[in-house]
């Protein structure tokens, strides 16, 4: 299946720890990758494979694996940690890829 | 270091068509894939295919089939995004993605674009 599954929504109070997941049929044999957008700019990657951050990402982010679902920890959330997050993954020919819907993620 | 740098913004009228470059520098064009991702106004990112920049192989998502080419010139390491018969509902920010991480495959996009913005008015 190619569909993955984010809530549209998050909130967290600032200094807390959030989760924000992606559920999809592909994640049982293929990893997700998490991207941050904020406003007017490119997607950024955040996370890749079993839990790896790109050479500057924070190590707030990490990355987790339950069954079909894919987590994003944000540990100690910031305020420029507001922003939208996608997950995306691939299916089974490795030539396909695609995207959750996308998490709105609010610091409170 | 690794760029992508895209061509500015378009305006285009209902049916015309449009051609948007990713110009890429700083690593081997020819050994990633170039993706091409489409973010319409207020809405999430769509994977819309990749093209195989050693081979010159397109692979289209279900959606993007028809109307969209993908293709390049390794001579200046461009890769294209062209659209024809331009419908409204196309008004988009476009973006070129290339991930280094695998190998004249798709993979995690760890590179990104500017984005273009692609409006269709009449």
């Known amino acids: 299946s190619s569909e993955l599954t984010q809530d549209p929504a998050v909130s967290v109070a600032l200094g807390q720890t959030v989760t924000i997941t992606c559920q999809g049929d592909?994640?049982?044999?293929?990893?997700a990758a998490w991207y941050q957008q904020k406003p007017r700019q490119a997607p950024v990657l955040l996370i890749y494979g079993k839990d790896n951050r790109p050479s500057g990402i924070p190590d707030r982010f990490s990355g987790s694996y339950s069954g079909n679902t894919a987590s994003l920890i944000i540990t100690g959330a910031q305020a420029d940690d507001e922003a939208d997050y996608y997950c995306n993954s691939r299916d089974s020919s490795g030539n396909y890829l695609f995207f959750g819907g996308g998490t709105k993620l609010t610091v409170l | 270091q690794v760029q992508l740098v895209q061509s500015g913004s378009e305006l285009r009228k209902p049916g015309a068509s449009v051609k948007v470059s990713c110009k890429a520098s700083g690593y081997t064009f020819t050994n990633y894939a170039m993706n091409w991702v489409r973010q319409a106004p207020g809405q999430g990112l769509e994977w819309m295919g990749w093209?195989?920049?050693?081979?010159?192989?397109?692979t289209y998502a279900q959606g993007f089939t028809g109307r969209f080419v993908f293709s390049s010139d390794t001579s200046v390491r461009t890769a294209y995004l062209q659209i024809s018969s331009l419908k409204s509902e196309d008004t988009a920010v476009y973006y070129c993605?290339?991930?280094?991480?695998?190998?004249?495959?798709?993979?995690?996009?760890?590179?990104w674009g500017q984005g273009t913005l692609v409006t269709v008015s009449s």
């Open positions: 993605a290339t991930g280094l991480g695998s190998y004249r495959r798709p993979g995690d996009l760890d590179y």
């Open positions: 093209l195989n920049t050693y081979t010159g192989k397109p």
């Open positions: 592909s994640l049982t044999d293929y990893y």
